[in-house]
C-alpha cells in the first residue's frame, strides 16, 4: 500500500530528537508498506533555526510549516493545519495516489487529515496518544472536531486502554477503536551493568541515582519530582537527581532546586538521543515520571525492558503497563506521596530480571503486525480483525 502519515509527532531539522516512538514504528511500517511521512512544523519552532538533519532508512519524510494565529482562535487551528499543508505540499498529496493517510495525534493534526481525507476520497486512520484527548477534547469547539474526525475515520488506534475508552466516550463505535500500546526496541533496551553504564556517563558509582526522561513542561510533572526531592535526601544524602530532556522549564527547575539547596544533587542533562537513553536506565536505581496526564509513556517501557523500576503517576495508560512488581504508582501532583514513594522504591529489592521480562510484552514487531492489519483493513484490502479491543 501507498500510506500517508501526517503528524506533528516525528523528527524534523528543528527537532531531530522528538518522538522517537513514531520514528520507529513508521521506520518499521515502511519494511512493509510504501510509507510518506509529511511533519507539520510550529512556525515558532522553525523561526528557532536548525539543529540537526533527519535521514530515516526506508521511510520517505517532508515537513511543511505550521502557520497560525498565537495566543487565541485554538479552535480555528485544524483549518490553518490544513491551509498550511495544501498551499505548501497540496500538489505533492494529491499526486501521491495513497491507500489511506494514518493521523497520529488528535488536534489539530486528525481533524485536519480528515477533511483532506474526505477531500481525496480515501480512508483515514487516527492514532491518538494522551493529552490530544485527555486536555484538548475538554475545550468545547475542540472537542467537537475531535468527534468527527474519530467518528468518521475507519479505525482509532489508542495507544492505552484509557484513552481507548475515552474515544469511546466521544462517541466511537466500540468497533472501530483498538488499544495497541507502543514498542520496545528488546534489541538495545536490555539489563546491563549499572556500574558500567556509569563509567560510561562519567558518573559517580556509588550513591542512588533518579531519573527523569521527557520535557521539561510542568505537565509532565517535573516540578514536582523537584519537589519530592528534599525528602529522599534527608535519608539519602548521597542520591542524586538526573533530568534527562529539554524544554523551556529548564530555568524553572534550576532556580527552584537552588531555592531548596539542593542544586548540587540535582543535574540538567539536556537531550539525548534515543539509542543513548539505554546507558541511563541502566544507570538509574529509578526512573521517576510523575506526569499530569498521559497515554502510556515509551520512556516507562524501555525503563522497564532494562530491568529499572519504576516510580510514576496513576494516570492515563500508566496503570496497565506497570505492575506491582515493577514499580509504584502514585496519584498526580501529591508530593507528599511521591516522596513516600521514591524512598519506598529506593529501600525495596526490585527483582530486575522480572520487570524485565514483563516488558518483553511490548515489542514493536506485534505492535507494527496490528498496526498493518488495522491500515490494511482501513484500505479495504483485508477483513478486519474481530478483536478491536486486544
Request: hydrophobic letters at 50%.
Amino acid at each position: 500500500m501507498r500510506i500517508l502519515v501526517l503528524t506533528n509527532l516525528f523528527p524534523s531539522p528543528w527537532d531531530p530528537l522528538r518522538s522517537s516512538f513514531n520514528r520507529q514504528q513508521f521506520e518499521r511500517l515502511a519494511l512493509r508498506h510504501d510509507v510518506d511521512v509529511l511533519t507539520a512544523v510550529d512556525f515558532r519552532e522553525r523561526l528557532g533555526g536548525v539543529r540537526g538533519s533527519v535521514a530515516i532508512h526506508g521511510l520517505h519524510t517532508d515537513h511543511f510549516t505550521f502557520v497560525y494565529p498565537p495566543g487565541f482562535g485554538r479552535a480555528l487551528h485544524a483549518a490553518c493545519w490544513l491551509l498550511s499543508l495544501l498551499l505548501q505540499r497540496g500538489r505533492r498529496v494529491r499526486a501521491g495516489k495513497y491507500d489511506c493517510i494514518l493521523a497520529s495525534w488528535g488536534y489539530p493534526d486528525a481533524v485536519a487529515a480528515g477533511w483532506l481525507a474526505r477531500m481525496l476520497g480515501i480512508p483515514y486512520v487516527v492514532k491518538v496518544h494522551g493529552s490530544d484527548l485527555n486536555v484538548q477534547a475538554a475545550h468545547v469547539l475542540r472537542r467537537i472536531q475531535i468527534r468527527g474526525a474519530l467518528c468518521h475515520a475507519a479505525a482509532v488506534v489508542a495507544v492505552s486502554g484509557a484513552l481507548a475508552d475515552k474515544a469511546r466516550q466521544l462517541g466511537v463505535p466500540s468497533s472501530q477503536v483498538h488499544t495497541l500500546y507502543n514498542g520496545v526496541d528488546m534489541e538495545r533496551f536490555a539489563p546491563g551493568s549499572r556500574m558500567q553504564a556509569r563509567e560510561r556517563l562519567g558518573l559517580a558509582a556509588d550513591g542512588p541515582l533518579l531519573l527523569y526522561v521527557g520535557n521539561l513542561k510542568a505537565a509532565k510533572g517535573c516540578m514536582d519530582l523537584l519537589e519530592a526531592f528534599p525528602s529522599v535526601l534527608a535519608k539519602q544524602p548521597q542520591a542524586r537527581l538526573f533530568y534527562v530532556g529539554a524544554g523551556a522549564f529548564g530555568a524553572e527547575l534550576a532556580a527552584r532546586a537552588a531555592a531548596l539547596h539542593c542544586a548540587d544533587q540535582v543535574r540538567l542533562v539536556g537531550a539525548v538521543a534515543h539509542d543513548q537513553l539505554v546507558d541511563w536506565f541502566r544507570a538509574a536505581d529509578l526512573l521517576c515520571l510523575p506526569s499530569h496526564n498521559e497515554g502510556v509513556p515509551n520512556v516507562v517501557l524501555e525503563a522497564m525492558a532494562c530491568g529499572t523500576p519504576v516510580v510514576a503517576s496513576q494516570v492515563g495508560g500508566i496503570p496497565e503497563v506497570v505492575p506491582d512488581y515493577a514499580g509504584i504508582l502514585v496519584p498526580a501532583r501529591q508530593h507528599e506521596m511521591l516522596s513516600a514513594a521514591l524512598n519506598e522504591a529506593l529501600a525495596r529489592c526490585w527483582d530486575a530480571a522480572a520487570i524485565s521480562d514483563h516488558a518483553r510484552h511490548f515489542r514493536w514487531d506485534d505492535n507494527v503486525d496490528r498496526l498493518d492489519r488495522i491500515l490494511q483493513a482501513a484500505a479495504g484490502r483485508i477483513l478486519p480483525s474481530l478483536d478491536a479491543s486486544a
